[in-house]
T-cell receptor, first 116, second 117 residues
Framework: AQTVTQSQPEMSVQEAETVTLSCTYDTSESDYYLFWYKQPPSRQMILVIR??????QNATENRFSVNFQKAAKSFSLKISDSQLGDAAMYFC?????????????FGKGTHLIIQP | GAVVSQHPSWVICKSGTSVKIECRSLDFQATTMFWYRQFPKQSLMLMATSNEGSKATYEQGVEKDKFLINHASLTLSTLTVTSAHPEDSSFYIC?????????????FGPGTRLTVT
């Protein structure tokens, strides 16, 4: 079974600065997907960024980028120019590349606080 | 596009009663739906996976007789918590996969807060 570990229960950053959230995972599979989801106080899950394991290039979405280290099984999220609206819980998640019936395995989450 | 709704958003029920939660895909056909459970200040845990017209597949440790899942159509899945107890109080989130999209595309509903008194 796959496991996802987020070792930072809480992170705090000044507005406009950069913050990196850590995630490691354990799997015996070679093909899979990794995700970062944001969960604001409304509790609606919002996809931030996705990475396919077969791609060496790190995914980027505007101010959000990842550092994917497949050999180290590490998948960190960097948020640049932090904004107040970025404050939320952030979950790292893993999905097998198998059939369409694979759900997500989530880490425990990191609570991100943005200091004005 | 790709909107998933859940109803109700919040439900309070008495211990021993059953409660049904609906998950609907509003603008796509959901060949697969997933049910997650989230305790306060904790992560999401996959409970079960349902494919339209088939029996749900439950994760280890999830009581299938207690959490009844029905995926009778391509736009609706229901989770029924039978004989609910206070320990079943939690936030239940569904997600749905569009059969026409990539396998990794999964859309989340807004969640349902269940409180059992």
């Amino acid at each position: 079974a796959q496991t996802v570990t987020q070792s930072q229960p809480e992170m705090s950053v000044q507005e406009a600065e950069t913050v990196t959230l850590s995630c490691t995972y354990d799997t015996s599979e070679s093909d899979y997907y990794l995700f970062w989801y944001k969960q604001p106080p409304s509790r609606q899950m919002i996809l931030v960024i996705r990475q396919e394991a077969y791609k060496q290039q790190n995914a980027t979405e505007n101010r959000f980028s990842v550092n994917f280290q497949k050999a180290a099984k590490s998948f960190s999220l960097k948020i640049s120019d932090s904004q107040l609206g970025d404050a939320a819980m952030y979950f790292c998640a893993y999905r097998s590349q198998g059939g369409g019936a694979d759900g997500l395995t989530f880490g425990k989450g990191t609570h991100l606080i943005i200091q004005p | 596009g790709a909107v998933v709704s859940q109803h109700p958003s919040w439900v309070i029920c008495k211990s021993g009663t059953s409660v049904k939660i609906e998950c609907r895909s509003l603008d796509f056909q959901a060949t697969t739906m997933f049910w997650y459970r989230q305790f306060p200040k904790q992560s999401l845990m996959l409970m079960a996976t349902s494919n339209e017209g088939s029996k749900a597949t439950y994760e280890q440790g999830v009581e299938k007789d207690k959490f009844l899942i029905n995926h009778a159509s391509l736009t609706l899945s229901t989770l029924t918590v039978t004989s609910a107890h206070p320990e079943d109080s939690s936030f239940y989130i569904c997600s749905a996969r569009d059969g026409l999209k990539a396998l990794y595309e999964q859309y989340f509903g807004p969640g349902t807060r269940l409180t059992v008194t």
